[in-house]
């Protein structure tokens, strides 16, 4: 089976920068995904990580241990408009089957 | 604007009903999979379609069954409705059978089915 965690709320101001971990256990891996989520709207890809290690893009950064069955998602110099709802998803099986598992969501909340 | 389309937007209909929901893939996506979002379960997978043929399956009740056409649409039926399928329902699609860097899924703006 697949379980995902991610913690339920975080809140940061204008400018920090902020971590959102994911712990997954899967029966077999194939990748990690982050989505973000603004409320009522559709889920848009933000990151992917198959491969241990650090990908950078822009002021979002994710890193995963594969090891660890550990993820988490680093977005800096944040604004109000990164106040939403990160998503972390597991593909569970070889790359020729699609489903990801999503956690449930870290609502993140950003102020002035 | 992923390029995936989904309607209708809302939809309110009464317990023991019948809907369907329609989805358009982005052009060229050969994937498509359908995913239910609640409050309290987040984004469960309920089926995945790839090319016409169901690929995978998940969490999906027998009450709801769902297709994909030759032109790739596709579409969610869900019977006798009960209050506990009130949530949004989202379409998604990549462009091949799995998912990795060079295949996300893009996510449609969901129907948002209220059952009363």
């Known amino acids: 089976g697949q379980n995902i965690d991610q913690p339920t709320e975080m809140t940061a101001t204008e400018g920090a920068i902020v971590q959102i971990n994911c712990t997954y256990q899967t029966s077999g891996f194939n990748g990690l995904f982050w989505y973000q989520q603004h409320a009522g709207e559709a889920p848009t890809f933000l990151s992917y990580?198959?491969?241990?290690g650090l990908e950078e893009k822009g002021r979002f950064s994710s890193f995963l241990s594969r090891s660890k069955g550990y993820s988490y998602l680093l977005l800096k110099e944040l604004q109000m408009k990164d106040s939403a709802s990160y998503l972390c998803?597991?593909?569970?099986?070889?790359?020729?089957?699609?489903?990801?598992?999503f956690g449930r969501g870290t609502q993140l909340t950003v102020w002035p | 604007d992923s390029g995936v389309t989904q309607t209708p937007k809302h939809l309110i209909t009464a317990t023991g009903q019948r809907v369907t929901l329609r989805c358009s893939p982005r052009s060229g996506d050969l994937s498509v999979y359908w995913y239910q979002q609640s409050l309290d379960q987040g984004l469960q997978f309920l089926i995945q379609y790839y090319n016409g043929e169901e690929r995978a399956k998940g969490n999906i009740l027998e009450r709801f069954s769902a297709q994909q056409f030759p032109d790739l649409h596709s579409e969610l039926n869900l019977s006798s409705l009960e209050l506990g399928d009130s949530a949004l329902y989202f379409c998604?699609?990549?462009?091949?059978?799995?998912?990795?860097?060079?295949?996300?899924?893009?996510f449609g703006n969901g129907t948002r089915l209220t059952v009363t």
């Open positions: 990580n198959v491969l241990d």
């Open positions: 998604a699609s990549s462009v091949a059978g799995g998912t990795g860097i060079n295949s996300p899924l893009h």
């Open positions: 998803a597991v593909s569970d099986r070889g790359s020729t089957l699609g489903r990801l598992y």
